[in-house]
T-cell receptor, first 109, second 116 residues
Framework: DAKTTQPPSMDCAEGRAANLPCNHSTISGNEYVYWYRQIHSQGPQYIIHGLKNNETNEMASLIITEDRKSSTLILPHATLRDTAVYYCIPETSGSRLTFGEGTQLTVNP | GAVVSQHPSWVICKSGTSVKIECRSLDFQATTMFWYRQFPKQSLMLMATSNEGSKATYEQGVEKDKFLINHASLTLSTLTVTSAHPEDSSFYIC????????????FGDGTRLSIL
């Protein structure tokens, strides 16, 4: 499994965009990049995933660099409810997820 | 859609007893379910993967005789912690996927287990 590097913590002002980076320089060609988040004392929540094209859904946008060695999750208008630990996880089809330490995002009023 | 329900949400029991945790997919058929454990201030660690109708595959270091997993139907998997001890106290979380191919895992809200 590819290893990932994420900043341990980030702060963001409410209403502003939150840009969460992830380095996955050892990702293999068939591994998708998945993003999940975990709000305190809850199970993780799926956010978005992609292979090499940028993706957008109702929750976030995912920007993947052309060499696929890094990606950025963008929450366009962060709210207090977006405060959570965000995990970037390379994953092959139907297989195990290996959670790293993730990024603790704190959205401040 | 894709709702996964866990029961109970929290449980406290005495050392030496066995505890069963249920994981149900409410609106889809889960061909594969995963069980994770999370200690305070740590990340999730995968314990085992179970496919409906077959034996679970346990991660290295996880005792299969202590953590019994049953996935008898496409909507239900159970984790039984046998002869639980205080060091088994943790947050247990299940997830589920359906079919094959690239798809997200859908997680339950977890079960907080405290062994006295």
């Amino acid at each position: 499994d590819a290893k990932t590097t994420q900043p341990p913590s980030m702060d963001c002002a409410e209403g502003r965009a939150a840009n969460l980076p992830c380095n996955h320089s050892t990702i293999s060609g068939n591994e998708y990049v998945y993003w999940y988040r975990q709000i305190h004392s809850q199970g993780p929540q799926y956010i978005i995933h992609g292979l090499k094209n940028n993706e957008t859904n109702e929750m976030a946008s995912l920007i993947i660099t052309e060499d696929r060695k890094s990606s950025t999750l963008i929450l366009p208008h962060a709210t207090l409810r977006d405060t959570a630990v965000y995990y970037c996880i390379p994953e092959t089809s139907g297989s195990r997820l290996t959670f790293g330490e993730g990024t603790q995002l704190t959205v401040n009023p | 859609g894709a709702v996964v329900s866990q029961h109970p949400s929290w449980v406290i029991c005495k050392s030496g007893t066995s505890v069963k945790i249920e994981c149900r997919s409410l609106d889809f058929q889960a061909t594969t379910m995963f069980w994770y454990r999370q200690f305070p201030k740590q990340s999730l660690m995968l314990m085992a993967t179970s496919n409906e109708g077959s034996k679970a595959t346990y991660e290295q270091g996880v005792e299969k005789d202590k953590f019994l997993i049953n996935h008898a139907s496409l909507t239900l998997s159970t984790l039984t912690v046998t002869s639980a001890h205080p060091e088994d106290s943790s947050f247990y979380i299940c997830s589920a996927i359906t079919g094959q191919g690239h798809q997200p895992q859908h997680f339950g809200d977890g079960t907080r287990l405290s062994i006295l």
